[in-house]
């Protein structure tokens, strides 16, 4: 079965360990998350979810996870009907220190073609991760609302 | 077969000046690791970039609307292989999405893989330097082939 996916790159002045700690605490992720937050205890097979004004977004599952390297999510919408429908997709994020810097990779892949899910995500990763970049490097975000 | 290769990133800046950070040669020659000689301000301007090995590109520019919009062309010397590359400068509030279409690449092609590597490293950098004032070193210590042995 076709594939659909989203790939988004990028390189932040910072530590593979501040990068895993921004995405993995969840304080810190409501700071470029448009006041949303990821919540888990972060160890394969626990739950994992993501929760704006207090309604469940997105929830799922930890499928991989290796300290400030590599995370896996097993990944469904929870919010839109028809995203929903789409049932669950897989993102993984991978990190790499290079030289004084931090490649962030994050991989949104889900088994059908097309896919509305992988169209919603395509547009809100890079308002994240624009976020997450600029918080990181700067100390304040780059978008306050969605 | 073609692809086209999308990145838009938000930064916290103008589109003025996110428009002199894509075409000034002050600027470029921070993010693009190599100089490049070109007037992107220029509609029918050749431009050419030279790096190490055979990674020489060259093109023209095929529109350019400050701070709006620049079209140009894009050519792998080492492929003979013509792309296009569109960058789209966006007021949002009090910053600006930059959106950048690589279109017209061969699925597969050398050129394709090579122009996804670089992109983000050009416009990561891009982002640090009109939010911090510095650069990021994005090219350093790496080679095109660095991801492409990753992968």
């Known amino acids: ?146 | 077969m073609t692809t086209e290769f999308v990145y838009a990133t938000y930064i916290k800046s103008t589109p003025a000046k996110v428009w002199e950070a894509i075409t000034s040669q002050e600027f470029q020659r921070q993010y693009w690791g190599d100089g490049i000689s070109a007037d992107w301000n220029k509609k029918g301007s050749k431009w050419h970039k030279e790096t190490s090995g055979a990674c020489s590109i060259h093109g023209e520019v095929l529109e350019s609307n400050p701070p709006k919009r620049l079209v140009i062309t894009w050519v792998d010397a080492a492929e003979n292989s013509t792309s296009k590359v569109t960058y789209e400068i966006e007021a949002i509030e009090d910053l600006v999405c930059l959106n950048v279409v690589h279109s017209g690449l061969e699925a597969g092609s050398n050129t394709a893989g090579k122009v996804a590597i670089g992109w983000p490293r050009v416009i990561s950098c891009i982002k640090t330097l009109l939010e911090t004032g510095k650069p990021l070193n994005t090219w350093a210590g790496l080679d095109m082939n660095h991801d492409k042995d990753a992968a």
């Open chain 1, 1 to 146: 079965m076709a594939n659909s996916e989203f790939v988004y790159v990028t390189y932040i002045k910072t530590t593979p360990e501040k990068l895993w700690h921004a995405i993995t605490n969840t304080e810190f992720t409501k700071q470029y998350w448009f006041g949303a937050r990821c919540e888990s205890d972060w160890k394969v097979g626990s739950p994992w979810k993501i929760i704006s004004d207090e309604q469940l977004f997105d929830s799922g599952e930890i499928l991989e996870i290796n300290r400030s390297k590599r995370l896996v999510i097993k990944w469904q919408n929870e919010w839109k009907p028809e995203l929903k429908a789409e049932g669950y997709s897989r993102c993984t994020f991978e990190i790499e220190a290079i030289n004084n810097i931090t490649k962030l990779t994050v991989t949104h892949v889900i088994d059908k073609k097309p896919s509305k899910l992988i169209e919603a995500v395509s547009g809100g990763w890079p308002k994240i991760l624009s976020n997450l970049k600029s918080l990181l490097e700067t100390g304040q975000v780059a978008l306050e609302s969605k």
